[in-house]
């Protein structure tokens, strides 16, 4: 058996990975996030506990379960420490089970700073609607070869240098483009040079602590953040994160080589939200759409900010089900459809007055697509009672075989609801 998993979400985030993660990390050794920051907000719901985690994976509250941060997410350390504390204030103990990568790059408080302020340049709908993390300018910096790595936090002489650099250039921005306060280069050396021996026993090179585990025979389990639509190079561009949520990610961003990986398993709710702008086809401005996100309590676990809702869309599914080679599905959150007397699909899009069936990667044309629907029938009831499958309502089941047909791929788990519990498998 190949020893890697990889979990992907599917659509524009918000899928329900998380849950999907915690609930999956039994039967893992190890569980690694592999791209994106604190722009994440991933859910758990355990005994009646309701945890957000931004950057630690969804494994945490496993405890025999190792977790990594892996080379491709961009850290805040201090977002990372606070979240370190929450874990250990549920009385889970992070020590020997939390690894960093050496080489992840750091969100520093300018990198936020430049995040709001060139949101704040873009006016109405040309702004992106971002988290406000800072990811954009930190793998901006990443890719322009200038980033500050976890590792330099270890060597109080290469991260005054390099933040000497750094500042000194963000602040020509600052002062003269933005027209805003510089930094106290002095002030922020200070204070990062703290975070050496708190972070210490973290770092690890993460790339070859994987490979070694992989080799003794552990199983590890590759956890997205974000989803295939918001992929820098396969989303819908501009309207983005940047980075690789896609499964190609998650090599890339963790060292484990393709030839590991043999399930990619895609989270998929059963209709469909985005937070931040960008086109979304199937977008209900209407009733049913506020409907979807009353009960579904669609407000951004990040920002707070209210999700944008509609109907499950297999265009843009098959698309992503493709790039990022899924195998198999998990489809959360059907039990929001529960009282619905009538289910839509979008099975096709209409482009000036004709039928396509493929998603368009180009935001203009993806923008002025219209969404052809097929109806089904709702279910009237409740799945929380089913044990498998078979214990569901039929019409909910045929729900679950129409999606499977239409995608090619099948559905292995079911949610229905938040808690580990309320999982069905297929
Ligand atoms: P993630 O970013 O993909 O991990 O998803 P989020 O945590 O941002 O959003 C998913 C939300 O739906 C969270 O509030 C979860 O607790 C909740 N959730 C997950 N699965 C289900 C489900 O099957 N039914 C319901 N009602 N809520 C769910
Ligand atoms: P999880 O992992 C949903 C969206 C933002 C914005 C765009 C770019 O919880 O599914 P960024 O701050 O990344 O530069 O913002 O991406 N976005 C998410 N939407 N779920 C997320 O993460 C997201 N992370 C970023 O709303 O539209
Ligand atoms: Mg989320």
């Known amino acids: 058996m190949a020893s890697a998993t990889v979990l992907v979400g599917t659509q524009f ?73 929450k874990v250990e204030d549920l009385g889970y103990d992070v020590r020997g089970r939390l690894f960093i990568s050496h080489n992840a790059h750091l969100i520093m408080p300018y990198h936020k700073q430049l995040d709001s302020l060139s949101e704040s340049c873009l006016s109405g709908e040309q702004k992106i609607g971002t988290t406000g993390r800072g990811i954009g300018p930190s793998y901006e910096d990443k890719f322009a ?105 998650a090599c890339t961003g963790s060292g484990v080589a393709p030839n590991h990986i043999g399930k990619v398993i895609g989270v998929c709710k059963a209709y469909t939200t985005r937070v931040g702008n960008g086109a979304f086809p199937t977008e209900l401005d209407d009733e049913v759409g506020e409907s979807l996100g009353r009960i579904g309590h669609e407000f951004g676990a990040t920002t707070g900010r209210k999700r944008r809702c509609g109907w499950i869309d297999l265009v843009a599914l098959r698309y992503s089900l493709t790039i990022s080679g899924v195998t198999e599905l998990a489809l959360t959150k059907l039990d929001v ?70 995608l090619g791929v099948p559905v292995t788990f079911i949610s229905v609801g938040p808690g580990r519990d309320e999982t069905v498998f297929k």
């Open 145 to 249: 070869r200038c980033g500050v790595r976890v590792v330099d936090l270890l060597n109080a002489k290469v991260l005054e240098e390099k933040l000497r650099d750094n500042i000194a250039a963000k602040n020509k921005l600052f002062k003269n483009i933005y027209e805003k306060d510089e930094i106290d280069v002095d002030a922020m050396v200070r204070e990062y040079a703290e975070f050496d021996k708190i972070i210490d026993p973290f770092v690890t090179n993460t790339q070859l602590y994987l490979n070694r585990k992989i080799r003794e025979g552990k199983t590890v389990l590759l956890e997205g953040a974000q989803g295939c639509l918001l992929d820098v190079d396969h989303g819908t561009y501009p309207y983005v994160t940047s980075s690789n949520p896609t499964s190609g990610g």
């Open 337 to 406: 459809l529960d009282t619905f007397g009538e289910i839509k699909v979008c099975t096709s899009y209409m482009l000036d007055g004709k039928e396509i069936h493929d998603f368009p990667t180009e935001h203009q044309t993806l923008s002025r697509v219209t969404p052809v629907y097929k109806s089904l029938p709702g279910w009237n009831g409740s799945n929380a009672h089913a044990k498998s499958f078979d214990d569901m309502h039929e019409n909910a089941r045929d729900y679950v075989t129409f999606l499977e047909d239409a």
């Open 13 to 85: 985030g918000d899928e329900g990975k998380g849950k999907l993660v915690d609930y999956l990390s039994d039967k893992y050794d190890i569980v690694v996030r592999y791209q994106g920051g604190a722009n994440a907000g991933h859910t758990i719901c355990f005994d009646n506990k309701t945890v957000v985690l931004h950057l630690i994976p969804s494994g945490i509250f496993n405890k025999d379960c190792v977790c990594v941060i892996g080379n491709g997410v961009v850290i805040d350390p201090n977002a990372l420490l606070d979240e370190i504390k």
